[in-house]
């Protein structure tokens, strides 16, 4: 059964920086493309992020670009994302998702983790 | 990156049919085959209910039906259920290794 946890969300000041895990197991993470979305409240979903299988290549979103690092451990069966001069537009729960079926859109996201921004 | 246009509420009573549209580009949906339709209930992760414009994983039931012409992608749920009502969203693949999703469309049951 494939299974994504997502973790490390909380609440930040702006200007600050968060590390969000992804701990993935049920599939053989090393063979797929990764995907990071967002959702702020009340709102609907953004890609945020993507990363190939071998974490050579990675693309962002234009709000994100410059701010965030995608990366994987495939080691570890994880992925992650940092996150650096946070604002309070940032503030919204992140989804990492697994692009098992076509690497440009994901089959299945995690349960997602908040990030809250704010003073 | 614009976000793909899709109505904000779509609704039918049960056992009618709905069809929710995704509206884009010759940059994303227009060009590639990569439209993916996702179903949300409140409080809960996104579910793939379609991939590449029509195919379905198993388990979603036939009632789910996708479809592309130029710029629009469309979603029609065939023979609604009361537990269809969710918010339904749909994303591209856009180029240059991006991707882009619709601003969701919230259907209701009547």
């Known amino acids: 059964e494939v299974q994504l946890l997502e973790s490390g969300g909380g609440l930040v000041q702006p200007g600050g920086s968060l590390r969000l895990s992804c701990a993935a197991s049920?599939?053989?993470?090393?063979?797929?493309?990764m995907h990071w979305v967002r959702q702020a409240p009340g709102k609907g979903l953004v890609w945020v992020s993507r990363?190939?299988?071998?974490?050579?290549?990675?693309s962002y979103a234009d709000s994100v670009k410059g701010r965030f690092t995608i990366s994987r451990d495939n080691a570890r069966d994880t992925l992650y994302l940092q996150m650096n001069n946070l604002s309070a537009e940032d503030t919204a729960v992140y989804y990492c998702?697994?692009?098992?079926?076509?690497?440009?859109?994901?089959?299945?996201w995690g349960q997602g983790t908040l990030v809250t921004v704010s003073s | 990156q614009a976000a793909l246009t899709q109505p904000p509420s779509a609704s039918g009573s049960p056992g009618q049919s709905v069809t929710i549209s995704c509206t884009g580009t010759?940059?994303?949906?227009?060009?590639?085959?990569?439209v993916f339709w996702y179903q949300q209930l409140p409080g809960k992760a996104p579910k793939l209910i379609l991939y590449?414009?029509?195919k379905r994983p198993s388990g979603v039931p036939d009632r789910f039906f996708g479809s592309k012409t130029g710029n629009t992608a469309s979603l029609t749920v065939s023979g609604l259920q009361a537990e269809d009502e969710a918010d339904y969203y749909c994303?591209?693949?856009?180029?240059?290794?991006?991707?882009?999703f619709g601003g969701g469309t919230k259907l209701t049951v009547l």
């Open positions: 998702g697994v692009a098992e079926r076509s690497s440009y859109g994901a089959d299945f």
């Open positions: 049920g599939f053989p993470f090393s063979t797929y493309w």
């Open positions: 990363i190939t299988r071998d974490g050579t290549s990675t």
């Open positions: 010759s940059s994303d949906v227009g060009s590639y085959k990569y």
């Open positions: 590449e414009v029509s």
């Open positions: 994303s591209s693949y856009a180029g240059s290794n991006n991707l882009v």
